[in-house]
């Protein structure tokens, strides 16, 4: 991986939080910044560059919502991942987020934030 991609990672379900970002720092290249049970986390880290937030989707879409809409006023090519509960969930639309269940395994994860932040690079070289 050619860089470090910063993760704030928000879910209200502690222990699911704490196992996901073990999970994630287990992989080459990704490095989570911050986690929080809410969306009070922004002011605390804003100098540092964050490239992806991953919610859980279980918050509501307002708030999903309200959380994306604050970010991307601090960081304007932020992506972000919503974590479904249910696969119905998978349906919603969030705008230009990104939807996957939570329980995902962790080649899962990793293929899909590789791939959206890919995504994302091959936007800004055309």
């Given amino acids: 991986m050619d860089s470090m991609i910063n993760i704030v990672l928000i ?43 991953i919610i859980d989707g279980s918050m509501g879409k307002e708030e ?20 479904a509960m249910y696969r119905e969930e998978l349906e919603y639309d969030y705008g230009k987020a990104e939807v996957m269940l939570k329980s995902s395994v962790k080649r899962e994860f990793e293929e899909k934030i590789k791939k959206m932040m890919t995504a994302q690079k091959d936007c800004l070289s055309h």
Wanted: aromatic share 6%; proline share 2%.
């Fill in 64 to 83: 999903c919502t309200r959380m994306i809409k604050h970010a991307i006023t601090k960081w304007k090519s932020i992506k972000t991942l919503i974590l």
């Fill in 11 to 53: 879910d209200q379900h502690t222990t699911y939080r704490e196992s996901l970002k073990t999970v994630l720092e287990q992989i080459d290249g990704f490095h989570v910044v911050q986690d929080s049970s809410d969306g009070n986390w922004a002011n605390a880290i804003a100098d540092i560059p964050i490239h992806l937030m």
